[in-house]
């Protein structure tokens, strides 16, 4: 239910299966994920599965340590700026004091804004957010759930290498790069850069960057063309630009005859079969911070009864297993205090329940608030469906590559 008034005025809605009982009080968790502007179906996305899994815990009986007390989603909009998703923070931690702890903010520009604030407020944040810096900061209270860009970046290279050379029988020797100049894209673009191409014996030939939102696409698209890589790396972070540069890779007959390798999550958005088409995006492959894969079956039985959605993107499984982590953290913790939260938070070595299922490797975090040993998770367009190809124990299909 969503309530009116003081709290829809500021932002913010509020999400709950029922009203508290005079017994146990709700215990409430924040999430702040973009729902206006470019990256909201993003947004919308990780919402879903957080409302999924606030759902599920209360029809399970909620949080058993404090009685049965049920969860409730306190949703704040962070919008298309950097000032918007801080001034969304702000309101939250003032307006909410009994939050427990959060989730976003979806882009890594967001979430460096947002942190801030929560941080201050010793407010346990756990985010899929992409860049290093988020957990370069030295704070106590942010857990990165997805490897970082680099990381991703630095298994991915040699993965992609690895494909193409079984594949064609031979070493691919170029590469293109399309990056948008957001948080979690530029460290990414910044590993490729800075000795993940010549480490694996790549040239860049084309190293091109832009802000979002993306006006046209075609100057772009000319310098992939003039160069031709044996494959491109494109790194948007939303999907009105991933639709304008594939429109355009097609219009200058490239799409087929080049291979794309991307970084984003809404690279696996249900909109793109319906804006792009599947041919167009046949043979994508994409890393993200975890996807459908083998495990879940029952999660996404539930969410996509749920929802209606096609299938469970990264953003839809984040969500979920954020407020999972958080139910499991309040449960141990046996008090709804946002410090005794963190610190259970930090202990925390799961290998199963709902939340460990959801994100392959196990949920530990090290010493920055990184989660350890989180895996390479790829998926690839096939059929008209983003499917998981790595880890290969947990994938749904094998990968293919464009032969040349």
Same mark, same amino acid.
């Given at each position: ?22 017994? *146990? ?17 993003? +947004?919308?996305?990780?919402?879903? %599965? ?10 399970? %009986? ?27 923070? !702000? ?16 882009? /890594?520009?967001?979430?460096?804004? $947002? ?17 290093? #810096?988020?957990?370069? =900061?030295?704070?106590?209270?942010? @857990? ?14 040699? *993965?992609? $290498? ?21 948080? +979690?894209?530029?460290? @990414? ?16 030939? $084309? ?14 698209? #000319?310098?992939? =063309? /003039? ?17 304008? &540069? @594939? ?14 390798? %991307?970084?984003?999550?809404?690279? +696996? ?10 041919? &167009? ?14 495990? !879940? ?36 913790? +046996? ?5 005794? $939260? ?16 959801? &994100? ?9 608030? =990184? ?10 367009? #096939? ?10 124990? =947990? ?10």
């Amino acid at each position: 239910a969503c309530l009116t008034g003081v709290a829809l005025a500021a932002g913010l809605t509020l999400a709950a299966d029922g009203p508290a009982t005079a017994q *146990t009080k709700d215990v409430k968790a924040g999430l702040i994920v973009p729902l206006s502007g470019p990256w909201a179906r993003s +947004g919308e996305l990780v919402r879903s %599965g957080a409302e999924t899994a606030i759902e599920e815990i209360n029809e399970k %009986g909620g949080i058993k340590s404090l009685g049965g007390a049920k969860m409730q989603l306190v949703t704040g909009d962070a919008g298309d700026s950097i000032e918007k998703a801080k001034n969304a923070a !702000q309101r939250m931690v003032s307006q909410e004091p009994d939050l427990i702890g959060g989730a976003g903010s979806w882009l /890594s520009s967001f979430t460096l804004a $947002v942190t801030e604030v929560t941080e201050r407020a010793n407010l346990p944040w756990f985010t899929l957010s992409y860049s290093d #810096q988020i957990t370069d =900061r030295g704070f106590r209270y942010v @857990f990165q759930l997805s490897p970082t860009a680099s990381r991703q970046s630095e298994l991915t290279i040699p *993965t992609i $290498v690895a494909f193409a050379e079984k594949a064609s029988g031979k070493r691919p020797k170029t590469v293109g790069m399309i990056s948008d100049n957001t948080a +979690g894209a530029a460290s @990414f673009a910044k590993t490729v850069r800075e000795g993940g191409a010549d480490k694996n014996g790549l040239k860049l030939v $084309v190293d091109e960057v832009f802000t979002p939102p993306l006006s046209d696409a075609t100057a772009l698209i #000319q310098r992939v =063309r /003039s160069t031709r890589p044996e494959f491109l790396m494109v790194i948007p972070s939303n999907v009105p630009d991933n639709k304008l &540069l @594939f429109e355009k890779m097609n219009e200058f007959r490239l799409r087929g005859s080049v291979p794309v390798v %991307g970084n984003s999550g809404s690279l +696996g958005a249900p909109e793109l079969l319906r804006t792009v088409g599947k041919e &167009l995006l046949e043979g994508l492959i994409v890393s993200v911070g975890t996807w459908s894969m083998k495990g !879940q079956e029952e999660i996404i039985a539930r969410y996509k009864k749920r929802t209606n959605e096609p299938w469970m993107t990264q953003d839809a499984l984040m969500g979920y297993a954020e407020m999972w982590l958080l139910k499991e953290a309040v449960e141990r913790a +046996g008090v709804a205090d946002r410090v005794k $939260v963190a610190e259970e938070i930090r202990k925390f070595d799961l290998k199963d329940g709902p939340a460990a299922l959801s &994100l392959p490797g196990g949920i530990k975090f090290d010493e920055k608030g =990184r989660r350890a040993d989180a895996p390479l998770v790829l998926i690839q367009w #096939q059929n008209g469906e983003p499917k998981t190809i790595a880890p290969a124990d =947990r994938a749904t299909t094998e990968a293919v590559w464009a032969k040349q």
